[in-house]
């Protein structure tokens, strides 16, 4: 399976700022859509991700508050991203590597989307659930032996 599957059934609905904004904007439209993340663009570039992680370390680092703080000075300038044809076991690993929650996905320096870790999770379980019935399926339709005494009256 590839990134592009998760993306297929997950949309093409993305949420950005640029990196001059307040971030107190930035929370204010994060807990108003539900958003863990949102993606840093300026001039049409991904220059960075804000995901909630970034946010608290940046309020705790300001005494409790968001401040004055911009976009930029919370952000991760060096987020982890991956291809529309990027393997989910590789984005699973890298995930897994850096703590990442949230990942761009670039396709031809262009922004396709963005995976949460919980869409990997869910379709990882999705896939293997439907292999799992498959395989029942299969099994109960498993062809019987015939009765060993039926061989030996056509011998």
């Not at 592009?4 to 993305?14: A, E, F, H, P, Q």
């Not at 663009?41 to 946010?55: P, Q, S, Y």
């Not at 991203?81 to 996905?105: F, I, Q």
Request: aromatic content about 6%.
């Amino acid at each position: 399976m590839k990134v592009s599957d998760i993306l297929r059934v997950k949309g093409n609905t993305l949420f950005t700022m640029t990196p001059l904004e307040p971030l107190a904007h930035a929370v204010e439209i994060m807990a108003e859509k539900d958003l863990g993340s949102l993606v840093v663009i300026d001039h049409g570039d991904l220059v960075g991700m804000l995901t909630f992680r970034e946010v608290i370390q940046a309020i705790v680092k300001n005494g409790g508050q968001v401040g004055e703080t911009t976009v930029r000075g919370a952000m991760d300038d060096h987020p982890l991203t991956c291809s529309p044809e990027t393997e989910l076991d590789e984005v699973r690993r890298m995930m897994l590597e850096r703590h990442a929650r949230y990942m761009p996905v670039m396709g031809n320096r262009m922004l396709m989307g963005v995976i949460s870790f919980y869409d990997v999770a869910k379709t990882v379980v999705d896939s293997q659930n439907f292999e799992n019935k498959m395989l029942k399926a299969y099994i109960r339709d498993w062809p019987t032996e015939a009765d060993p005494s039926d061989r030996a009256d056509k011998a």
